[in-house]
């Protein structure tokens, strides 16, 4: 990497003036680079009250995601249903929205700016928390969480950016990477804050919890979240039509990668979302290359640098998201052990992930991001190996290094990952560029549980852990018993093969981005 990408206010001008584009769009680019510059060293901008912002609306955002898993089988309870089917709305409904909204926030935080969206989404939140805490059905629980998924959306479209738009090229590392700490710990404390919540309160205060929090933020960035408008700055057209197709094909790739499993892969509902999805997908492509001022800026998919680390961030997102989806089968179906000590036992991933995070980004800003990430993969992808070879006699000691490991690699990988991408994109377009990042963990988590939910269940390994944590599992004979837990173990085996598989691609993506 060129040293001069390390410089406090050249990074952005560096990287741009290097991306495949036309001339007349990198003089186009260079422009607004410079005079957004003057925006980064601003003295009237705390750096770090912005991380706090960010940081910390993260956190309530990952920990509501989080959390929401471990009181499911309640709310199922409350109103008289089933785990599947109606009631996995509530999480399903809730990704559907924010993967179909986020570039179009991102857009509008680049046109109106990042605050007024910040703000925005975390009212929408705080209403859509209380109304889901308050909620007397399914069917109005279900709509309150796709309105709070709106808020959810609003945040995740500008955090990222308010972050890299904020902190000098040398700096950038290190605070993405205490960014990262801070979303780690959220999906650290969402299982057995959940847990806890759901056995001694009732699950609504899962979603009260929020409200506090998020009005203490909201009052903070209200106060202190000042955003300089330089002069110059462009005044364009917002694009609707752009933004309804690419919602429309976004929901529709997310929907059937969801229920692709429960409706069958081959069936006509999963064949029309898809069939939805991709032809959506390139009209709204067709329509954003003609409009003079797009949702999505199409020469960012033509810079190689931005385009294989998002792809890297994908994969990531494909290989380490399985682990919290699985890894609660395994605790509670084949171990037998209970929501809490699964919700504890869970952490050590988190936790490494949130100790490498600000390390890898610090060693990021001094010596560059090329090799830390697909470095980070590796890890990653012999850790996830490691996970697939537990069976039911591992030793706790076992399975909690083993988790480490797979921690610490994708803690080296994000945080120089998420620079270099963020990096790659000009100042113009951060909330374009943090809309895609944010659309690709989604998109990413969304095929992650596809693939593994898929082959754990093809294998048998869903139906024996049915069987093993079933009221008549005393009765089954030792040979009986065995027989289900090998099954289990194959399904699990290979579902974590699979992710080591994705992570192993991901290295070579990471590889393939250039000296960046």
């Not at 190689?304 to 494909?318: D, E, P």
């Not at 399985?322 to 936790?351: D, H, K, M, N, V």
């Not at 990988?413 to 998420?418: A, D, G, I, L, M």
Request: hydrophobic residues 50%; neutral net charge.
């Amino acid at each position: 990497m060129p040293s001069s990408y390390e410089q406090d206010t050249g990074s952005h001008i560096n990287v741009t003036l290097s991306s495949p584009v036309t001339s007349t769009h990198e003089a186009h680019y260079s422009t607004d680079v410079i005079s957004a510059s003057s925006e980064i060293l601003s003295p009237s901008v705390n750096k770090w009250i912005i991380l706090a912002l960010a940081a910390s609306s993260s956190f309530m955002t990952t920990l509501d995601g989080s959390i929401i898993n471990i009181g499911l089988p309640t709310i199922a309870r409350t109103f008289h249903t089933g785990i599947s089917g109606s009631t996995e709305w509530i999480i399903i409904g809730y990704l559907v929205i924010i993967a179909a909204t986020l570039l179009t926030f991102g857009r509008l935080a680049d046109i109106l700016g990042r605050k007024p969206i910040f703000l925005a989404g975390l009212a929408i939140f705080v209403l859509g928390s209380a109304l889901c805490g308050l909620a007397p059905s399914l069917l109005f629980l279900i709509i309150a969480r796709l309105f709070q998924g709106i808020g959810g959306a609003l945040v995740f479209s500008v955090n990222i950016a308010m972050i890299t738009s904020t902190f000098p090229g040398n700096k950038r590392g290190l605070a993405l990477g205490l960014n990262a700490v801070v979303v780690s710990l959220g999906v650290a404390l969402g299982p057995t804050l959940g847990g806890i919540i759901t056995q001694y309160l009732t699950w609504r205060w899962i979603f009260y919890v929020n409200v506090p929090v998020s009005l203490l933020i909201i009052l903070a960035g209200w106060r202190f979240f000042y955003e300089p408008h330089p002069k110059g700055k462009r005044h364009e057209r917002f694009d609707p039509l752009g933004a309804l197709v690419l919602a429309i094909a976004l929901a529709s790739l997310t929907l059937g990668l969801s229920f692709g499993q429960e409706w069958g892969w081959t069936s006509t509902a999963t064949f029309l979302t898809f069939g939805t999805g991709i032809i959506m997908l390139g009209l709204g492509i067709l329509i954003e290359s003609r409009v003079a001022h797009p949702i999505l800026n199409l020469e960012l998919l033509t810079n190689r640098t931005f385009v294989f680390a998002n792809i890297s961030f994908m994969l990531c997102m494909m290989a380490l998201f399985a682990p919290g989806f699985l890894l609660p089968f395994y605790f509670e179906q084949l171990r037998g052990f209970s929501t809490i000590q699964t919700g504890l036992l869970l952490t050590p991933l988190p936790l490494t992930f949130a100790f490498a995070a600000p390390l890898s980004g610090t060693m990021a800003d001094r010596l560059g991001s090329r090799w830390l990430s697909p470095i980070g993969l590796t890890i990653a992808c012999f850790g996830l190996f490691l996970l697939s070879q537990m069976n039911a006699q591992s030793s706790l000691w076992d399975i909690l290094w083993r988790l480490a490991v797979t921690g610490i690699g994708q803690g080296i990988f994000q945080s120089p990952n998420t620079r270099t991408m963020m990096g790659a994109a000009p100042l113009h377009a951060q909330g374009e560029a943090s809309g895609l990042l944010a659309t690709a963990r989604v998109i990413g988590q969304s095929l992650s549980v596809a693939l593994t939910g898929t082959v754990f269940a093809a294998l048998g390994g869903t139906l024996a852990g049915t069987l093993l944590s079933s009221p008549q599992a005393h009765n089954f004979s030792p040979a009986h018993i065995e027989a289900l837990q090998h099954t289990f173990e194959q399904g699990f085996h290979a579902a974590f093969l699979v992710c080591a598989g994705c992570a192993a691609i991901g290295i070579f993506t990471a590889l393939a981005r250039g000296n960046r």
